[in-house]
């Protein structure tokens, strides 16, 4: 069903049943169980939606879309933001929505034509989307392990008053890199330097964006960053949960675009830290390093 909001065209499918996840499976990864009274046959005890925004990505978003569409307890919802591909990107999200209603999954799939107005503004029209319990973000190039899903549910389900879980990730060079670098949420003292959380490992409960604001659309790099000090800052509750949540493929966006990064977050840090003059020191440091 195509429908307009806006200057945005949406294409939606609606579809229902659990049989037979894997769409297809472009790379090896091993296949789990259902554990701790959670299964693809009964509903999680909190929903959840996934958010991907993507733009001339044909080379990873059908890793992306497979690994969100065979998780061992997949998703209510999946709300996809274009921003103007030019390559067979919409293409291969319309082939997935239709194989996924074909299969009866059920997950509500939903195809928004963004125009290319950034990264940032695009999150917010996803999460303008979803109306799951739970938002994930995950990039068009990134993508979940089989059981991502069940761990991050089951972290809600253990600490009711958790309003965002943070995961670690696995960052690789592509999806056979042999030698990855695991990089794990870093404490809260260290966030006038640095983001300290990995932002497609933070799954957070839609109620938080209500309370806290969406992302701040004068940032294209750093916005998920101010998002989390803003968190922070207002005692939002975090849960850290050591196991790794998300695949990250390096050279994306942010890693591009570092001089941009680097102004963003000097300028988010100098904003919200209570001693500014720790974030200019942080800025200093990072481009002396190259991080």
Known sequence: MLRLRGDSAILESSVRSTVNQNISNPYKAARVSSRRGLS?????????????????????IRRT??????????PGEYVFVDGGSQDGTVAIIESAIAEAARRSLPTRCTLIHQHNKGITQAWNIGL????????C???????????????MIARFV?????AIVLGSGRYLQ??????????????????????TVIHPACF?????????????ERYQIAADYDFVYRCHRAGVRF?????????VQRGGFSETNRALGWQEVAEIGRRHARWPILAGAGALARQLFKR
């Open 40 to 60: 693809s046959a009964s509903a999680p005890a909190v929903s959840y939606g996934v958010i991907t925004v993507c733009r001339d990505s044909t080379a990873t």
């Open 65 to 74: 879309i497979d690994s969100v569409l065979r998780q061992a307890v997949l």
């Open 128 to 135: 303008g989307t979803v109306t799951t319990d739970i938002v």
């Open 137 to 151: 973000i995950l990039n068009s190039d990134d993508w979940y392990d089989p059981d991502t899903a069940e761990r």
């Open 158 to 162: 253990r600490d009711p008053r958790a």
């Open 174 to 195: 592509g999806a056979y890199d042999t030698t990855p670098r695991i990089c794990a949420p870093r404490p809260f003292f260290a966030l006038p330097f640095a983001m």
């Open 204 to 216: 957070v409960r839609r109620g938080v964006y209500s309370q806290i604001g969406p992302f701040d």
């Open 239 to 247: 849960v850290r949960a050591p196991e790794v949540m998300v695949n």
